[in-house]
């Protein structure tokens, strides 16, 4: 069973930027797609980003393009995601999580019932 750790989050001001890790505790190159998601109080988890099993494949929620970078180190099974010009509504709980698909040249964030492995989320809070 893969079990995924996030790190990072923190208290940050608005344009500021944190950089959030995910560590895997097998390998996921090749295997996993690994996506990030974000839920606010009172809202629904949502995709953040994602990077497909090959690393080739990236995609990202329309309102974190340009400002967040997901990117991944298969040499050390982790996954990370860079996160700049930080707004208020950034605000959550990030999580990890992996979707089993082998040699995968994509991956999407909007199908989150693919991901069957998540981690215990790090806290983010953007103040204003």
């Known amino acids: 069973q893969l079990q995924l750790v996030e790190s990072g989050g923190g208290l940050v001001q608005g344009g500021g930027s944190l950089r959030l890790s995910c560590a895997a505790s097998?390998?996921?190159?090749?295997?996993?797609?690994i996506g990030w998601f974000r839920q606010a109080p009172g809202k629904e988890r949502e995709g953040v980003s994602c990077?497909?099993?090959?690393?080739?494949?990236?995609e990202y929620t329309d309102s974190v393009k340009g400002r967040f970078t997901i990117s991944r180190d298969n040499s050390k099974n982790m996954v990370y995601l860079q996160m700049n010009s930080l707004k208020p509504e950034d605000t959550g709980v990030y999580y990890c999580?992996?979707?089993?698909?082998?040699?995968?040249?994509?991956?999407?964030?909007?199908?989150?019932?693919?991901?069957?492995?998540w981690g215990q989320g790090t806290q983010v809070i953007v103040s204003s």
């Open positions: 097998g390998r996921i190159r090749d295997y996993y797609v």
């Open positions: 990077t497909s099993s090959s690393g080739n494949g990236t």
């Open positions: 999580a992996a979707d089993w698909n082998p040699h995968g040249t994509t991956c999407t964030v909007f199908r989150r019932g693919r991901y069957g492995h």
